[in-house]
């Protein structure tokens, strides 16, 4: 994200908000992880934001650099759980919570700033272990998918005991509705294009009044 600052400049010929040199690299940080529009377009109206752009790699491997500099904990946004397989063995996924969804950089890239209901909600049951080298981890024990994100939220609450999350293994499947970011308009590439690892979008600004 900030390290791709210099080639906006070369190659388009206009300056970025965030570059190499990391000036800028903290409100950037701030506006891909905020979690509303008005958040965003609070700091993109501070920014004189015109484009926001986002490659494959920002919402997915790069992600973790963001809440760093925004100074929020990852774990906030994904946590490694480890599962039981069938053999006995603890086998380590990757799971998303509903503050990772809202994240405006998942919101524009992922789904293309668009609503978004879920088909499904899952909940995870855990527990907190410690390994047989004194390190902590989360191990799944129990797994539900419930129709709607009201309905995973009410199972959660009805449970008089252990720890349970909404979550998701897929970073474009939302377990939980997104509104709309209608102040962004995607401009390239077309709606529905093929999505591949070098694939970059941008989205024009139209400002806080369209939110």
């Known amino acids: ?17 965030a570059n190499p040199g990391q000036a800028g690299a903290v409100k950037a940080a701030q506006f891909f992880t905020a979690q509303n529009q008005s958040s965003s377009n609070e700091l993109a109206d501070r920014l004189g934001v015109k484009y926001v752009m986002i490659d494959y790699a920002m919402p997915i491997t790069k ?6 500099w925004a100074d929020i904990s990852q774990d906030e946004f994904y946590e490694i759980y480890y599962q039981p397989t069938q053999d006995g063995l603890l086998k380590p996924v990757r799971l998303f919570y509903p503050a990772y969804y809202n994240s405006t950089v998942i ?31 989360k191990k799944i024990t129990g797994y539900q998918s419930l129709p709607t994100y009201e309905e995973a939220k009410a199972y959660i609450s009805s449970q008089d005991a252990g720890s349970y999350k909404i ?6 499947s939302s377990p939980v509705p997104l509104e709309e ?31």
């Open 1 to 17: 994200w900030w390290d791709y600052g210099y080639f906006i400049m070369q190659i388009a010929h206009r300056i970025p908000n």
């Open 63 to 68: 992600f973790h650099a963001m809440p760093e």
């Open 107 to 137: 919101r524009l890239y992922n789904f293309d700033g668009k609503a978004v209901i879920p088909t499904a909600s899952e909940v995870i049951s855990y527990e907190e272990k410690i390994s047989s080298g004194g390190q902590k981890y």
């Open 167 to 172: 979550v998701s293994i897929n970073p474009f």
């Open 181 to 211: 970011l209608n102040s962004y308009d995607l401009v390239y590439p077309d709606p529905g294009a093929t999505i591949t690892a070098t694939t970059v979008k941008i989205f024009k600004y139209l400002g806080s009044g369209q939110s």
